[in-house]
Protein backbone atom coordinates (compact mmCIF):
# COMPACT_ATOMS: atom_id res chain seq x y z
CA UNK A 1 0.00 0.00 0.00
CA UNK A 2 1.54 3.18 -1.22
CA UNK A 3 1.37 6.56 1.43
CA UNK A 4 -0.79 9.29 0.72
CA UNK A 5 0.86 12.29 -0.84
CA UNK A 6 1.79 15.18 1.31
CA UNK A 7 -0.23 17.62 -0.89
CA UNK A 8 -3.16 15.54 0.30
CA UNK A 9 -2.12 15.11 3.73
CA UNK A 10 -2.16 18.97 4.26
CA UNK A 11 -6.06 19.15 2.22
CA UNK A 12 -7.10 16.67 5.29
CA UNK A 13 -6.04 18.78 8.02
CA UNK A 14 -7.04 21.93 6.84
CA UNK A 15 -10.53 20.64 5.70
CA UNK A 16 -10.79 18.92 9.75
CA UNK A 17 -9.93 22.68 10.98
CA UNK A 18 -12.51 24.11 9.04
CA UNK A 19 -15.17 21.72 10.66
CA UNK A 20 -18.29 23.45 12.97
CA UNK A 21 -17.96 20.91 15.39
CA UNK A 22 -14.85 19.04 17.34
CA UNK A 23 -12.95 19.95 20.32
CA UNK A 24 -10.25 22.16 21.26
CA UNK A 25 -8.14 23.30 23.90
CA UNK A 26 -11.18 25.15 24.87
CA UNK A 27 -13.34 22.50 24.74
CA UNK A 28 -16.42 21.04 22.68
CA UNK A 29 -18.28 23.91 20.35
CA UNK A 30 -20.11 23.62 17.63
CA UNK A 31 -22.22 26.09 15.35
CA UNK A 32 -25.61 24.81 13.76
CA UNK A 33 -29.54 24.92 14.57
CA UNK A 34 -31.57 24.58 17.74
CA UNK A 35 -35.14 23.49 17.86
CA UNK A 36 -36.55 22.60 21.21
CA UNK A 37 -39.50 20.10 22.93
CA UNK A 38 -41.78 20.56 25.64
CA UNK A 39 -44.97 19.95 26.99
CA UNK A 40 -45.78 16.59 24.84
CA UNK A 41 -42.63 15.30 27.04
CA UNK A 42 -42.83 16.89 30.04
CA UNK A 43 -42.34 13.96 32.88
CA UNK A 44 -41.45 11.07 30.61
CA UNK A 45 -37.73 9.86 30.98
CA UNK A 46 -34.99 11.31 29.48
CA UNK A 47 -32.10 8.76 28.55
CA UNK A 48 -30.26 9.49 31.49
CA UNK A 49 -33.11 8.49 33.71
CA UNK A 50 -34.73 11.81 35.25
CA UNK A 51 -37.54 13.41 34.21
CA UNK A 52 -37.99 15.70 31.60
CA UNK A 53 -38.98 19.12 33.35
CA UNK A 54 -39.39 21.64 30.60
CA UNK A 55 -39.46 24.42 32.98
CA UNK A 56 -35.91 23.12 33.70
CA UNK A 57 -32.99 24.77 32.07
CA UNK A 58 -32.01 21.16 30.04
CA UNK A 59 -31.53 19.79 26.83
CA UNK A 60 -30.97 16.65 24.69
CA UNK A 61 -27.30 16.23 22.96
CA UNK A 62 -26.21 13.12 20.72
CA UNK A 63 -22.76 12.80 22.18
CA UNK A 64 -21.88 15.11 25.06
CA UNK A 65 -22.02 13.55 29.00
CA UNK A 66 -25.02 13.72 31.00
CA UNK A 67 -24.33 16.54 33.06
CA UNK A 68 -22.17 18.59 31.35
CA UNK A 69 -23.04 22.08 31.10
CA UNK A 70 -23.41 24.36 27.69
CA UNK A 71 -23.67 27.80 26.91
CA UNK A 72 -26.08 28.09 23.59
CA UNK A 73 -25.88 31.74 21.96
CA UNK A 74 -28.68 32.34 19.52
CA UNK A 75 -26.55 34.04 16.68
CA UNK A 76 -29.62 35.96 15.47
CA UNK A 77 -30.37 38.02 18.49
CA UNK A 78 -27.09 37.22 21.10
CA UNK A 79 -28.95 36.13 23.94
CA UNK A 80 -27.64 33.54 25.68
CA UNK A 81 -28.59 30.60 27.88
CA UNK A 82 -26.81 27.74 30.07
CA UNK A 83 -28.32 24.25 29.61
CA UNK A 84 -27.13 21.17 31.38
CA UNK A 85 -27.11 17.57 29.55
CA UNK A 86 -29.60 15.18 30.49
CA UNK A 87 -31.34 13.53 27.29
CA UNK A 88 -29.92 12.50 23.56
CA UNK A 89 -30.85 13.65 20.91
CA UNK A 90 -31.87 16.03 18.58
CA UNK A 91 -33.52 13.22 16.31
CA UNK A 92 -33.83 16.11 13.52
CA UNK A 93 -31.63 16.30 10.53
CA UNK A 94 -29.62 19.32 10.53
CA UNK A 95 -30.58 19.75 14.31
CA UNK A 96 -27.41 19.87 16.89
CA UNK A 97 -29.55 20.17 20.34
CA UNK A 98 -32.77 20.10 21.54
CA UNK A 99 -33.53 22.74 24.40
CA UNK A 100 -36.32 22.42 27.17
CA UNK A 101 -39.02 25.08 26.49
CA UNK A 102 -38.06 27.43 29.39
CA UNK A 103 -34.19 27.65 27.84
CA UNK A 104 -35.98 28.52 24.32
CA UNK A 105 -37.90 30.91 25.96
CA UNK A 106 -35.00 32.65 27.55
CA UNK A 107 -33.37 32.46 23.62
CA UNK A 108 -36.32 34.07 22.37
CA UNK A 109 -37.32 31.25 19.88
CA UNK A 110 -40.14 29.80 21.26
CA UNK A 111 -42.11 30.99 18.64
CA UNK A 112 -40.05 30.41 15.57
CA UNK A 113 -39.12 26.81 16.98
CA UNK A 114 -35.76 26.43 15.58
CA UNK A 115 -32.44 29.35 15.70
CA UNK A 116 -28.93 29.42 14.35
CA UNK A 117 -26.90 28.82 17.91
CA UNK A 118 -23.26 28.52 19.16
CA UNK A 119 -22.66 25.82 21.76
CA UNK A 120 -20.32 26.03 23.94
CA UNK A 121 -18.93 23.48 26.38
CA UNK A 122 -18.15 25.14 29.82
CA UNK A 123 -15.95 23.69 32.43
CA UNK A 124 -15.46 23.63 36.29
Known amino acids: ????????????LLLTGCSSQGIDPHGYHADGMASWYGARHHGKP??????????????AHRSLPFGSRVRVTNLANDKQVVVRINDRGPF????????????????????????????QQLTD
Open 46 to 59: TASGERFDQNALTA
Open 1 to 12: MRPLPLPLIGLA
Open 92 to 119: SKGRIIDLSRRAAEQLDMLRSGVAPVRL
